[in-house]
């Protein structure tokens, strides 16, 4: 049998002719903003990645207090090139994340999240803040000096939010401080839980995007410009296959020459070593942390920073309702808010790094 | 009940349910800067340190914090044999001279699909798709 007549037998079997014409049939508009399509297909190339580097280290990967640092350690020294595994599995959460992040901007700029792709975005958000999760999650499970004095600062965060802030910081460590419970706990919701939630979302998400189409520049929709179109199938794809190929030669020539090393065994007894700094993702917030004063009046200042951050996250995913005309007013706001935003985010992140 | 005097209540709730500051004086909380590596210090580490004063029993760890052989030094990544090491540079070779050949080829295959669909190939005369203002050939 022909690998056409193969191709055949599975589309026939499984029903997947719809889903071909579909394909076909499907029209991606080309305009100056289209660049920002393929954001989109090459976080899915990175989860991919994260996913088989993901699951080659959770064969070696023991998540004990005994067997943590060990295993990393055998994984890094014994296996073959488990080094490279590493470090392209760390290196692919910095691209997944700066990936989803750069397609987020590019959305909240040219207004894609206006009527009627309001969930798109918010599913949009939240995988996001589940890939951010997945980072803070994956950060403690080497079990280093680094990751552990992090995981006490970032799990001690929570504790300033009313209410409820007490108990999500004893739910994350398992108990009052970071120890071998906490480090299960991280691997399962890095291992399990998270990704059942992003694969949940990613879902609707993609389910979406297909549904609503492209979306068009906000002034070719207002001005109803007919823009010229290419099919996904194959034109698009193919163009898409050319970003995969340097993006993955980039990926694994970055992951080659700047392995992560591994820090000391973390020791529950011993003082946070001098330093302690989280991943990149997260700098802008522990500097916001770091700028407020201890006290501001009757409330600690940690908890006026949390309170601030929680509002801009609330805002943030309620944006396609908070803009709902972006062609007007609300829209040049929300415009220079995400400048100001990129730039804060920048600037409190080299700051952190000084 | 209007906006404004929502928003008053519900600012007084969260004032009310806020951590209270700490208080001033020697005492008070580190500043802000300092604070992860306060947090950092182990709880257990202080409890341990006036244990022995107050209560010389003995105190059973959980065995969860049992601590295993500590490794002081860091370790860096590198290649376990030479022929790791060749492997390596052989394959990051390899692998950008491949990428180089796919995206000469898949180049020309994008240029030839832009054609085929230039050319209405695929379309009944009748079809819809006509009236697309055609984008420009890759590289055009």
Redesign the interface.
């Known amino acids: 049998m022909s690998a056409r007549g193969i191709l055949g037998w599975f589309v026939d079997r499984f029903g997947l002719k719809p889903i071909l014409d579909y394909m076909h049939k499907k029209e991606v508009p ?1 305009h100056h903003h289209t660049i920002w399509y393929y954001t989109g297909s090459s976080i899915l190339l990175f989860l991919v990645l994260q996913i088989v580097t993901g699951i080659l280290l959770a064969l070696y990967y023991k998540p004990t ?3 943590a ?2 295993s990393v ?1 055998r994984i ?3 296996l ?2 488990g ?2 595994v ?2 392209i599995h760390s290196w692919g959460a910095t691209f997944m994340i700066a990936t989803v992040m750069v397609h987020l901007l590019a959305i909240w700029f040219t207004k894609s999240y206006r009527k009627p792709r309001e969930v798109t975005w918010m599913t949009g958000f939240l995988l996001l803040v589940f890939s951010m999760m997945f980072g803070f999650t994956g950060y403690l499970l080497p079990w280093d000096d680094l990751s ?2 992090a995981t ?2 970032g799990t ?1 965060i929570p ?2 939010i ?2 409820v ?1 007490a108990w999500v910081t004893q739910f994350l460590r398992g108990g ?2 970071v ?3 906490t480090l299960t706990r991280f691997f399962i919701l890095h291992v399990c839980v998270f990704p059942l939630l992003i694969f949940a979302v990613l879902a609707v998400h993609i389910i979406l995007v297909q549904k609503e189409g492209m979306s068009l520049p906000l002034k070719a929709e207002i001005e109803k410009k ?6 996904f199938w ?2 698009f794809v ?2 898409e ?2 970003i995969w ?2 993006l ?2 980039v990926l ?2 970055i992951s ?1 020459l700047f ?7 973390a ?3 011993s ?2 070593p001098e330093g ?1 700094k989280p991943e990149w993702y997260f700098l802008f917030l522990f500097q916001t ?15 006026v920073a949390v ?1 601030l951050i929680l509002l801009a996250v609330v805002a943030i995913f309620f944006l396609p309702f908070l803009d709902p005309k972006p062609q007007g007013r609300s829209g040049k706001i929300v415009t220079y808010a995400g400048i100001l935003g990129v730039i804060y985010a920048v600037v409190m992140s080299i700051w952190s790094l000084l | 009940m209007n906006a404004r005097r929502a928003l008053i209540i519900v600012t007084a709730l969260v004032l009310a349910l806020a951590p209270p500051a700490a208080p001033a004086g020697p005492q008070a909380a580190p500043a802000a800067a300092d604070r992860p590596a306060v947090a950092a210090k182990p709880d257990a580490a202080a409890q341990a340190a006036a244990a022995p004063a107050a209560k010389p029993a003995v105190t059973k760890k959980p065995a969860a914090n049992k601590v295993p052989v500590k490794r002081t030094e860091e370790i860096l990544p590198a290649f376990q044999t030479p022929k790791e090491k060749t492997a390596v540079i052989v394959f990051y070779v390899w692998l950008w001279l491949s990428i180089g050949v796919l995206l000469y080829f898949l180049r020309w295959w994008v240029q030839e699909a832009d054609r085929v669909f230039r050319a209405r190939f695929y379309e009944p005369a009748e079809s819809p798709r006509k009236d697309n203002p055609m984008p420009p050939l890759l590289g055009e």
Do not use: C, H
């Open positions: 080309q207090l005994e067997g640092t060990a350690e890094m020294t014994e073959p090139l080094w490279l590493r470090s552990l004095a006490k600062v001690n504790r300033a009313p209410v802030g009052d401080d120890t071998g419970d007919k823009l010229p179109w290419l099919p194959p034109n193919l163009r296959t050319m190929l340097v993955l030669g694994l020539s080659i392995a992560p090393s591994l820090a000391p065994t020791d529950l007894m003082p946070a302690v942390l770091k700028i407020f004063p201890a006290n501001m009046g009757p409330v600690t200042g940690e908890f309170v």
